[in-house]
């Protein structure tokens, strides 16, 4: 049984580039998240998402940020004209369907942004 | 607004010793807790889960309690060794989305 998918593991873009981080979750998972860890400091929540539904974006900045997850697919975290800023290890977690407010998070292991 | 927050930020034992780190958090209105390690440029292994109604977990050598009501949350780590070097997150869940980490404890344990 696969845990958490993230690719890639590493990404390098120059400002003004798309970045686009995929999450595939665990066989069984229904609920994905996003999260993110700036340098020396903790994992911030960004995104919670059901298949094809965002159920909240809360912790997603207003501008340049999207993410989905389709019927389809992994889930997807686009970011669009990267800044310096935006460099990041980005993480994604899955939990079991139906227990979204008990259940175990299981995480990948990140993708790491590099905005030069 | 739940705040978490762990002491010591870092902490270097000998190999063999016990050792505890500490969480506290703001809001005891959660549904579970959770113990992660980080190695570095790595993900975030779980560790242990404690839900609201339990009182400890246990996994070999690690042992977490939590304390609800008074907000804290201990890891216990028996007979140390070098492998154990990481940074320990804990995270409280306090609904569907809501999982609040601390900025973690950096241990390092010497051969």
């Known amino acids: 049984n696969a845990g958490v998918m993230q690719n890639p593991r590493h990404l390098v873009r120059r400002r003004g580039q798309e970045a686009r981080l995929r999450c595939s979750p665990m066989?069984?998972?229904?609920?994905v998240y996003w999260y993110r860890q700036l340098p020396e400091e903790g994992l911030k929540f960004m995104v919670y998402?059901?298949?094809?539904?965002?159920?909240?974006e809360s912790g997603m900045p207003k501008e340049r940020f999207s993410a989905e997850f389709p019927k389809e697919g992994p889930s997807i975290l686009r970011i669009q004209q990267v800044v310096r800023g935006d460099s990041a290890a980005y993480f994604c977690?899955?939990?079991?369907?139906?227990?979204?407010?008990?259940?175990?998070?299981?995480f990948g292991e990140g993708s790491r942004l590099t905005v030069l | 607004k739940q705040e978490v927050t762990q002491i010591p930020a870092a902490l270097s034992v000998p190999e063999g010793e016990n050792l505890v780190l500490n969480c506290s958090f703001t809001?005891?209105?959660?549904?579970?807790l959770q113990w992660f390690r980080q190695d570095p440029g790595k993900g975030l292994t779980s560790l242990l889960l404690?839900?609201?109604?339990?009182r400890e977990q246990t996994s070999g050598r690690l042992n977490a309690s939590l304390d609800k009501s008074s907000g804290r949350s201990t890891l216990y780590i028996a007979a140390s060794q070098p492998g154990d070097s990481a940074t320990y997150l804990c995270?409280?869940?306090?609904?569907?989305?809501?999982?609040?980490f601390g900025t973690g404890t950096r241990l390092t344990v010497i051969p």
């Open positions: 998402l059901q298949k094809e539904n965002i159920i909240d």
């Open positions: 977690a899955s939990s079991p369907l139906g227990q979204q407010n008990t259940g175990e998070l299981f």
């Open positions: 066989k069984g998972h229904s609920h």
């Open positions: 995270a409280v869940k306090t609904g569907a989305n809501n999982l609040f």
């Open positions: 404690i839900q609201s109604s339990q």
């Open positions: 809001d005891s209105a959660i549904y579970n």
